[in-house]
């Protein structure tokens, strides 16, 4: 439940997580547009066409408002650089946890600070139960995110889904209140 239709800005100590506007589109297409990315990211096209940041900055707000997400641009504080998104698909009393880094800015930690400040916000003002995330059984970098920030793994499923061409392995990690 949503204590306001306001989505809040969170800090940690080197970030900020904010609403994206869509000034923020041309990176966002730049950033999630390589192929890097969209190789392990299941919900990211590629190639990442003009228009389709746009389209996916639109659907915040209302998704916010109407409780089924909670999407931030990850900022970094004293450069003030969008450096990727972390967000919350809501469903009832969870949520299923995602996130992308620019390419550049990976192996710094910024996933699982940002992944930790949302959890908090999950847990402690949206009153989830329980947040999971979903990750290709190959993306080992993705696994380390999750069980840093807590999550314990709850099971592998078998050619669960069809990505850029082939049926790959889902493993699934969660984290209870």
């Given at each position: 439940?949503?204590?306001?239709?306001?989505?809040?800005?969170?800090?940690t100590?080197?970030?900020?997580?904010?609403?994206?506007?869509?000034?923020d589109?041309?990176?966002?297409?730049?950033?999630?547009?390589?192929d890097?990315?969209?190789?392990?990211?299941?919900?990211?096209?590629h190639?990442?066409?003009?228009?389709i940041?746009?389209?996916?900055?639109a659907?915040?707000?209302?998704?916010?408002?109407?409780?089924?997400a909670?999407n931030?641009?990850?900022?970094?504080?004293?450069?003030q650089?969008l450096?990727?998104a972390?967000?919350?698909?809501i469903n009832?009393?969870?949520?299923?946890?995602?996130?992308?880094i620019g390419?550049a800015?990976?192996?710094?930690?910024?996933?699982?600070?940002?992944?930790?400040?949302?959890?908090?916000?999950?847990?402690e003002?949206?009153?989830?139960n329980?947040?999971y995330?979903?990750?290709?059984?190959?993306?080992v970098?993705?696994?380390?995110?999750?069980q840093?920030?807590?999550m314990?793994?709850e099971?592998?499923f078998?050619?669960?889904?069809?990505?850029r061409g082939?049926?790959?392995?889902?493993?699934?990690?969660?984290?209870?209140?």
């Amino acid at each position: 439940m949503l204590i306001t239709n306001v989505q809040p800005e969170l800090t940690t100590k080197r970030l900020i997580l904010r609403p994206f506007t869509f000034l923020d589109a041309p990176l966002v297409q730049q950033l999630a547009g390589s192929d890097a990315i969209a190789a392990t990211a299941l919900n990211i096209p590629h190639p990442f066409e003009d228009g389709i940041a746009e389209q996916w900055i639109a659907t915040h707000q209302p998704d916010y408002e109407a409780g089924t997400a909670a999407n931030f641009a990850i900022i970094l504080h004293y450069e003030q650089i969008l450096i990727g998104a972390v967000g919350l698909t809501i469903n009832h009393l969870q949520a299923e946890l995602g996130y992308w880094i620019g390419q550049a800015y990976w192996g710094q930690g910024y996933a699982s600070e940002a992944s930790q400040a949302i959890i908090q916000f999950g847990f402690e003002v949206l009153s989830l139960n329980r947040i999971y995330a979903t990750c290709l059984k190959r993306n080992v970098a993705s696994a380390k995110v999750l069980q840093k920030i807590g999550m314990s793994y709850e099971g592998t499923f078998p050619q669960h889904v069809y990505h850029r061409g082939k049926f790959e392995d889902l493993d699934e990690y969660s984290l209870f209140k």
